[in-house]
């Protein structure tokens, strides 16, 4: 790489055990938090609460033991990337999964309503 | 490996140890752990399995001459589109630019002394074979007869042929793809030579760098597709049984979701070549090289979220048929843009016509027509009336062969000298390129007529009023693989006794062609360091370096 | 240099195609990352798949969830979590030159638990489930219980087996993987310079981790354990 120098780079930063100890610690109050949570009824939400519990675990993961705190740059491209192409696979799949049995026109409607609701609109 | 130099009356350089001749053996090639030579290894396997796909092929068009089927049952001919189908896109197609001229080329170009990873590198080969090995032995031994497409619950409940094997064997030469998008990447991003910048890459790598990022993000899910495929079949239950409330739609989105991109793997590295060939035999720079480099990476991403148009007839929901059909319009634009600037580096380009310049200008053409038609397809309602017909044959192969294969030939052509170290006879090869050009259209655009008129794709009988343009169609394939045939005939020639080639035949600019012919293992006697554009052609007159 | 695959006694590693060391670990992180982004797609799949069938059956997905055993997920959540964190710390100990039996010590440590997840999960749930015919394609017994949703628990039961099961495999591996560096620590050669194979190796390790975080609420906790079902 052009004007590549010899250095000290970022991985040479070593994490402390405190700092390791303290993530374990997170992850284990988060598994017992989704757990417990689970034996509340919240409708909904317990799905919720139970995502964004094992995201919040997976940053503390990724930042902390996977060390990408400390490793801005690329790799948090390659992170982002792979997440985002799976969610788009997710969500274009589930576009097709649940509206297949949507009516082809919203109730009320049809194409020749088009043309008097755009010169409404528009004069 | 010959390496008798017949007359070295230029600088020794062309008795110099190179890559081919430093070590001797069959286990110096079968352990090497050089990217030129593992470049040879795949060039040579898929050189066969080409040979494999388009025997089926030529057993098909055979069939087609008679409207009854002149050669095959039905049952034996849905084996033999299939067999064409998955060994042409997954063991030729998607491998054939990237791991020969991609592995042998990147280093190179970049100005590095290998990719980031030789023993993965190797390796990637290794599986390549197996999965190859695997796909043969399901042909020997009764064959697949679900389509390249294995679309459930045919493949997973009702085929009886070798599924599970052709499918493991897909599997597995997966991660050949995964291995080599991996190693590209890598070596571009951290291996590219001092003073070699993003925008001074030769618009290859920037190809290759798109294409490897769709083999990275789209292959593992076509494997773990063909893993659940393979359960099902055994276990005879899975998640596309509808029995228990499964979808067989959810399998042709998971196929498709690394398919579509798929075949933007098998176009892009054609793509690249194309650029490099037009400028080097206009003497010209690229008309608008972030236009092109940007459009390689817009057609990677774009190509992601168009797999719906595969499946507008299949029973998907018509908002999610408006959504994929908008956006495979907008996936045309970046290809459009490619072609225009292709054009414009033409315009006042001081143009030369050998064989690669042939094949690159033939694919200005094809491709550009293939593409066209691929808008029909694109439209929802036209494609209710041409999904599943020859038109769709004839549009992918303009694509794939028009396109795809013939920059492949034309990259073969151009770096022969550079990879053998020999020249090949470029009036042969000019007349093999146009053999090639004359049978492809006249095996394809019949097809385009037959699709309209509605003759279903994948059937071996047919209305006895499309005869005529079955039989044009079998004819141009003969001419066809007559063409295919010469450059086998010429390069062989070429390689025990053609005239040593130069550092740089074609004075072409680029790294590659700075160092000898053929390279040394090291590639480089001394890294280069970089501080031109690329295409620095002289805008003056033909002289160059 | 050499173009076969013979190895060279190399005290640092280091490899010829790169211009210096730290090339060489930039090139090896960025590759694991490509590699780990490729099992997020692999995997993706799954959870794609998954996703939308828990959209269109949850009332099935829900009985399913119900017929595992939380305490053994939740069990094999903290087994991994804190084999991640003898994984990191084994990375640590390269990295401020411990001795290599320090080394050694975390990373057996970190493949006996995995080694736990696995018997864990092969002895009290895959077992057990198959004693009690809910093994998809191995004797599966529809209950009356599940009315008229008792397919799609099959379909549940289908993903819990595919997804743990591909899971597993890859703790398999990665158990391989931790074999072989306790190998290579054995003979020294991990230093504070050069222990970048223990570090791609963790951010495999962790990434297996990931996953099951991921897969125990999904799988194990589907309308919630309070009593009068969910949602």
């Known amino acids: 790489m052009s004007g590549h120098t010899e250095h000290q780079e970022h991985t040479a930063h070593v994490v402390p055990i405190s700092t390791y100890v303290g993530v374990f610690v997170v992850l284990l109050i988060g598994t017992a938090l989704t757990t417990a949570v689970a034996y509340i009824d919240l409708g909904r939400w317990n799905t919720v609460v139970a995502l964004v519990i094992a995201v919040t675990k997976m940053v503390f993961v990724i930042l902390f033991f996977m060390h990408v705190k400390y490793n801005p740059g690329l790799t948090r491209i390659v992170i982002a990337g792979a997440f985002f192409w799976l969610g788009i696979m997710i969500c274009f799949s589930m576009a097709d999964e649940l509206t297949r049995g949507w009516e082809y026109n919203p109730p009320g409607w049809s194409p020749g309503l088009i043309l008097p609701y755009l010169f409404h609109f528009l004069f | 490996m010959s390496t008798a130099i017949a007359d070295v009356h230029e600088a020794p350089a062309e008795s110099r140890v190179n890559y081919l001749n430093a070590t001797y053996g069959l286990k110096s090639w079968l352990l090497t752990l050089d990217h030129k030579r593992i470049a040879l290894l795949y060039l040579g396997t898929i050189t066969l399995t080409f040979v494999v796909g388009g025997l089926a092929a030529v057993l098909m068009r055979l069939n087609l001459i008679e409207p009854q089927g002149a050669l095959v049952e039905p049952d034996t001919y849905n084996k033999l589109f299939s067999i064409h189908g998955i060994i042409m896109v997954f063991f030729f197609l998607v491998p054939s630019i990237p791991a020969t001229l991609g592995n042998f080329l990147i280093p190179l170009m970049i100005g590095a002394r290998d990719v980031a990873f030789p023993k993965l590198n190797l390796m990637s080969w290794y599986v390549f074979v197996t999965g190859a090995a695997c796909v043969m032995y399901a042909v020997m031994t009764g064959g697949v007869d679900t389509g390249w497409t294995f679309y459930t619950p045919y493949s997973t409940s009702y085929a009886h042929t070798q599924v599970i094997a052709a499918a493991v064997g897909i599997f597995i030469a997966g991660f050949s ?238 770096w022969w000298p550079k990879i053998t170290g020999r020249l090949y006879p470029d009036l042969w090869a000019r007349f093999a390129a146009l053999i090639i050009f004359i049978g492809f259209n006249l095996t394809f655009f019949p097809q385009f007529m037959l699709g309209y008129l509605g003759m279903p794709r994948r059937y071996g009988i047919y209305p006895a009023e499309f005869q005529v343009l079955n039989v044009m169609s079998s004819a141009g394939a003969s001419i066809l693989a007559i063409g295919y045939v010469i450059p086998l005939i010429y390069f062989y020639w070429s390689w025990n006794y053609g005239p040593p080639a130069g550092p740089n035949p074609w004075g072409a600019t680029g790294l590659e062609w700075t160092t000898a012919s053929p390279p040394p293992t090291e590639n480089f006697e001394q890294i280069p360091i970089v501080t031109e554009d690329a295409y620095n052609y002289p805008t003056a007159d033909v002289a160059s370096e | 240099m050499s173009d076969t695959a013979l190895h060279h006694p190399n005290p640092t590693g280091f490899a010829h195609q790169f211009e210096d060391l730290e090339q060489q670990h930039e090139a090896g992180r960025l590759g694991m990352w490509i590699f780990l982004a490729t099992e997020i797609l692999f995997f993706g799949g799954m959870f794609t798949s998954y996703t939308i069938y828990r959209a269109l059956h949850l009332p099935s997905f829900i009985i399913g969830s119900h017929l595992l055993e939380v305490k053994f997920g939740a069990t094999n959540t903290v087994v991994l979590i804190c084999s991640s964190l003898t994984m990191a710390l084994a990375i640590r100990a390269a990295q401020t030159g411990k001795s290599k039996s320090t080394i050694i010590f975390y990373l057996i440590l970190t493949m006996f638990l995995g080694a736990l997840f696995l018997g864990l999960k092969l002895r009290f749930e895959w077992y057990h489930d198959y004693v009690e015919h809910i093994v998809p394609g191995f004797g599966f017994q529809y209950r009356p219980e599940w009315g008229s949703a008792a397919p799609g628990v099959q379909m549940f039961m289908c993903f819990y087996f595919f997804m743990t099961g591909l899971h597993a495999l890859h703790m398999i591996v990665g158990l391989g993987v931790l074999a072989v560096l306790v190998g290579m620590s054995a003979r020294g050669r991990f230093t504070s310079q050069y222990y970048v194979p223990l570090e791609i190796s963790g951010l495999y390790w962790h990434f297996v981790d990931i996953v099951w975080i991921f897969l125990f609420p999904l799988l194990y906790l589907i309308g919630g354990r309070y009593s009068g079902g969910g949602h």
Do not use: C
């Open chain 2, 177 to 414: 793809s995964i291995l080599t998008g991996l190693n590209f990447l890598v070596t571009i991003h951290k291996m590219r030579a001092p003073g070699m910048t993003w925008f001074r890459l030769p618009l290859f790598i920037w190809a290759m760098y798109a294409t490897s990022l769709i083999f990275v993000l789209g292959t593992p899910v076509i494997a773990v597709t063909l893993l659940l495929l393979a359960a099902e079949r055994l276990l005879h239950v899975g998640i596309f049984d509808p029995a228990i409330g499964g979808d067989p739609l959810l399998f042709q989105h998971l196929f498709w979701f690394y398919s579509h991109p798929a075949v933007y793997i098998m176009i892009l590295p054609g793509m690249g070549v194309i650029s490099e060939l037009i400028t080097a035999f206009s003497r010209k720079k690229i008309f608008g090289y972030s236009f092109v480099a940007f459009s390689s990476l817009g057609i990677a991403i774009i190509s992601f979220v168009v797999w719906g148009h595969h499946m507008f007839v299949t029973g998907q929901s018509l908002y999610a048929g408006l959504v994929f059909s908008v956006l495979s319009f907008v996936v045309a634009i970046p290809s459009a843009v490619k072609v225009f600037n292709w054009t414009a580096t033409l315009y006042k380009g001081s143009i030369s016509y050998e064989a690669p310049m042939l094949y690159a200008l033939g694919f200005i053409g094809l491709f550009t027509m293939g593409g066209l038609t691929g808008l029909f397809l694109a439209s929802l309602a036209t494609d209710v009336h041409l999904n599943g017909t020859y038109f769709i044959v004839a549009h992918f192969h303009y694509i794939m062969v028009g396109g795809a294969v013939m920059a492949y030939l034309g990259g073969i052509h151009y």
